[in-house]
């Protein structure tokens, strides 16, 4: 039977089409091994097939040429294993798979790894042999694979059937991050909306509530505001929100009246502890603006720790001054992405106005940090909205235009500061100004990209994706140039 790869023909280096042994090399570059191999066994041998790496990441498309090439009854690996391929491979083999769940799909995953794979190819349907040995600088490597091929049989028994399975499609319905990691930096309240909604829908967890049905939770969700304002109200009906409700909200933060309810925020706030805690911060400003105590919490231990119903959602306000601006941070145990954060954020638009109006200190960002952070499937109709406004990772400025609702990018500088390249052609490097406002702050030089970028990467010089790909761009065509000059 002739060998057909379906997958990774270029790949694959075929030393004899009829045979029956299969070598992987993993990491270790096929050259490297088959010099290593033709002085201890006979590549002549007309029962080695093929040998090709073997990264991991192909797994599927491996198990699916083997699959449609039952001849190969025997596979021999070793090489350098960088990423634990080996194991998965030997473990898929000598103890199968288990049906898991990964990325919100009922899955199957090879045992005592974390290796996720479809279920269209299993274990039983490989009549296989498998030898591993180790990396060829290992003494023992040598004797492993001679024993392997003194040992193989004289006959090698297989069926003709050839089997092609097509690849699984699948529906992936969380994509992978830290869903304990996620931060936000955006001007304004609707456009930390906008990111907010992508990003919970996109790397959110799902999770089946009983009694609140699918849900998409990440937790540790930070937010900031860098210049926090009222917004058109026009931009917030798109939205589902209304701004004269979100002034009234903002209002009941400043009474203690519990108008029948179990709790309030403005009762935390201004009375359930015996204190107006409000007023007391902006007392406390007043006399020291760069007060450092002005934390104000809204958690009762022994009330809300043993209640099953009405406890609040906002635990606790910080009040702090930066660069003579007034700053805000909020922290949520819970949020309701889709009904609540952006009410929430409006709230504490409020608060944070009402302190710098007493204060005159000027209004700087506020922070929404969400301890666990949700966003159920009836608010998919916000996410559409935040999807069709966003069109990368920039600040959008939100406006109306002709009853729609439309974005324009807006350049935003890396705070971390600015780069000018230049190339010393005759020391042979690119030399790397950082600067912010005119103000040159610290000089980099390398011989080569890996160089450069390392260095600016323990300086920690960037701070968001955009400048870093614009850096990497300039970088690439900085070094070739240089390379090209000294070639030439």
């Not at 491996?62 to 190969?72: A, D, M, V, W």
């Not at 194991?87 to 990964?102: A, K, P, R, S």
């Not at 499937?377 to 996410?383: G, K, P, Q």
Request: contains cysteine.
């Amino acid at each position: 039977m002739q060998f057909i790869p379906l997958y990774y023909q270029d790949r694959i280096q075929i030393l004899h089409n009829t045979g029956h042994i299969g070598i992987l090399t993993l990491w270790t570059p096929v050259p490297k091994a088959l010099s290593f191999l033709q002085n201890i066994i006979n590549l002549d041998n007309p029962n080695i097939l093929a040998i090709s790496n073997f990264y991991g990441q192909g797994l599927h498309k491996l198990l699916r040429n083997l699959l449609y090439n039952p001849q190969i009854t025997h596979l021999l690996i070793f090489g350098q294993d960088l990423s634990n391929s080996k194991q998965e491979l030997l473990n898929f083999f000598q103890l199968g798979l288990e049906n898991t769940t990964f990325l919100g799909q009922n899955m199957t995953k090879i045992i005592n790894t974390n290796k996720f794979l479809d279920d269209k190819v299993l274990p039983n349907q490989l009549n296989i042999t498998v030898q591993q040995a180790n990396k060829i600088s290992d003494p023992n490597t040598k004797n492993t694979i001679q024993k392997f091929f003194q040992n193989l049989p004289n006959h090698f028994q297989h069926h003709n059937h050839r089997i092609n399975t097509p690849l699984a499609i699948t529906e992936i319905k969380s994509f992978p991050s830290n869903p304990l990691n996620h931060s936000i930096s955006r001007n304004t309240q609707l456009q930390a909306y906008v990111e907010l909604l992508f990003i919970i829908h996109k790397f959110g967890i799902p999770k089946n509530i009983p009694t609140k049905g699918k849900k998409y939770e990440l937790q540790n969700l930070k937010v900031t505001i860098n210049q926090p304002q009222d917004e058109d109200p026009k931009l917030l009906q798109f939205f589902q929100a209304e701004h004269k409700l979100f002034k009234i909200y903002q209002q009941s933060f400043l009474s203690p009246n519990l108008n029948n309810q179990p709790y309030t925020y403005g009762n935390r706030i201004n009375q359930f502890f015996n204190i107006n805690s409000l007023n007391t911060v902006i007392n406390r400003l007043n006399q020291n603006n760069d007060d450092r105590h002005c934390f104000i919490s809204l958690w009762h231990n022994q009330s809300d720790l043993t209640r099953k119903h009405h406890r609040p959602c906002l635990v606790s306000l910080y009040f702090k001054t930066l660069n003579n601006k007034l700053n805000l941070t909020a922290s949520f145990r819970t949020h309701n992405a889709g009904n609540a954060w952006l009410q929430n954020a409006y709230g504490m638009l409020g608060l944070l106005q009402h302190v710098s109006n007493h204060t005159n200190i000027k209004i700087g960002s506020l922070t929404i940090f969400s301890h666990s952070i949700s966003l159920s499937e009836d608010a998919l109709n916000l996410v559409k909205i935040a999807q069709s406004l966003r069109n990368d990772d920039n600040d959008q400025q939100l406006y109306i235009d002709n009853n729609q609702i439309k974005n324009k990018r807006l350049f935003t500088p890396d705070p971390n500061g600015n780069f000018t390249f230049t190339i010393d052609y005759q020391n042979k490097q690119v030399v790397a100004e950082h600067s912010l406002n005119g103000i040159t702050l610290k000089q980099y030089k390398a011989h080569n990209f890996q160089s450069m970028t390392n260095q600016l990467l323990r300086d920690k010089t960037v701070s968001n994706l955009h400048h870093a790909f614009y850096i990497a761009q300039q970088l690439t065509k900085l070094f070739q140039q240089l390379n090209k000059n000294h070639e030439n």
